[in-house]
């Protein structure tokens, strides 16, 4: 080992000392050294900026996103339903601005709130076969097409179409779906009330789904009880619905035509005294108008003008007799 340290301190006397860089040479490395330092710092400031840039880019585009999306990709309002009667005054709310007063032909879109006051009524037309009637103090959505939102009063529906449009009716104690039928859905406090008058309806609430049948009154609770009596079809409680039917317009049509519609918003059954009564209807064609009369003035106004009267029955049925019967 020490002859090698010895062989090595020789070589390095041979060597010499290492030559040592001119000052022109160390000013150029210095220099050098400082541009790229200062570069890279350069670049590291430009990718802090681009950063910067990017997040404040992202923030305006979410600010944008959230200020203008509703507007361009909320869904539109569509046209469901044409208002065929007032009775005082009716006022529609869209979303988020202020009621208007409407009138009679005028149409109501989804998304929009309609309301009667204590003294109006109302009747619309949903698509084409079902006739919607709005009660006194009556406040009710329109969700969707297929859909309303029952919050205050009462809504009658009368479908008379084999293949009856969709339409359910929610209100804070359940929901009612129509199978075909004439029937009422009211508020009253926390509870609805569904009353059957033809037909069928499906009811779901908290305890489940249940059905509701022609005849049957029908009391649900929030916490899903659910109470039922009965309440025939021309009772008394149906009245302010026929005297809110839309306008029956006679010309044109039969006698026979006018009295089925009698009867339906009545809730009674026709019956004729005689084959040549029943025929007699048929064949006879009215003229004029009924404008302002519930069905049974009406009924008496018609009849006052053919062959036929009506004679005295169960209070259930209308019967129509000829003049000679």
């Keep these: 080992m020490k002859s090698d340290d010895t062989s090595i301190e020789a070589l390095l006397r041979e060597v010499g000392a290492r030559d040592e860089p001119s000052a022109d040479m160390m000013r150029d490395v210095e220099a050098a050294v400082h541009a790229e330092w200062r570069s890279m710092l350069q670049q590291r400031r430009m990718r802090r900026r681009f950063v910067a840039v990017g997040i404040a880019a992202s923030a305006v585009l979410a600010v944008g996103v959230a200020l203008f999306a509703p507007r361009y990709f909320s869904p539109q309002p569509i046209e469901v339903a044409q208002i065929t009667r007032i009775d005082g005054h009716l006022l529609v709310r869209p979303a988020a601005e202020a009621a208007r007063e409407v009138a009679v032909a005028q149409s109501v879109s989804t998304g929009e709130t309609i309301q009667t006051d204590d003294r109006s009524r ?3 037309q949903l698509g084409d076969s079902v006739s919607l009637r709005l009660d006194h103090g009556t406040i009710v959505k329109v969700a969707a097409a297929n ?8 809504v009658y529906v009368d479908s008379q179409a084999q293949n009856p449009q969709e339409l359910t009716i929610r209100t804070d104690a359940g929901s009612v779906r129509h199978v075909g039928t004439q029937y009422e859905v009211r508020t009253h406090a926390d509870d ?6 033809e037909g069928r309806v499906m009811i779901a609430n908290a305890a489940g ?5 022609a005849g049957e009154l029908i009391r ?5 009880q659910i109470v039922r009596s009965t309440v025939a079809a021309h009772d008394p409680h149906w009245q302010w619905a026929a005297h809110t039917a839309p306008q029956f317009d006679i010309n044109d049509h039969t006698l026979a035509v006018f009295l089925e519609w009698v009867g339906r918003e009545t809730g009674r059954k026709v019956v004729y005294s005689s084959s040549a009564a029943q025929s007699a209807a048929s064949e006879l064609k009215l ?9 049974d003035t009406a009924l008496s106004a018609v ?4 062959q036929l009267h009506r004679y ?10 000829l003049a000679a019967d």
Excluded: N
């Excluded at 609805?192 to 008058?197: E, L, Y």
């Design 287 to 295: 003229r004029g108008s009924i404008a302002g009369l519930d069905p």
């Design 122 to 124: 109302a009747a619309l």
């Design 209 to 213: 789904t249940s059905s509701g049948v």
């Design 220 to 224: 649900v609770t929030p916490r899903g």
């Design 312 to 321: 005295q029955t169960k209070d259930e049925l209308i019967g129509i007799a």
């Design 303 to 306: 009849l006052s003008t053919t």
């Design 192 to 197: 609805m009330v569904v009353s059957v008058r």
């Design 147 to 154: 859909e309303l939102v029952l919050t205050a009063g009462a």
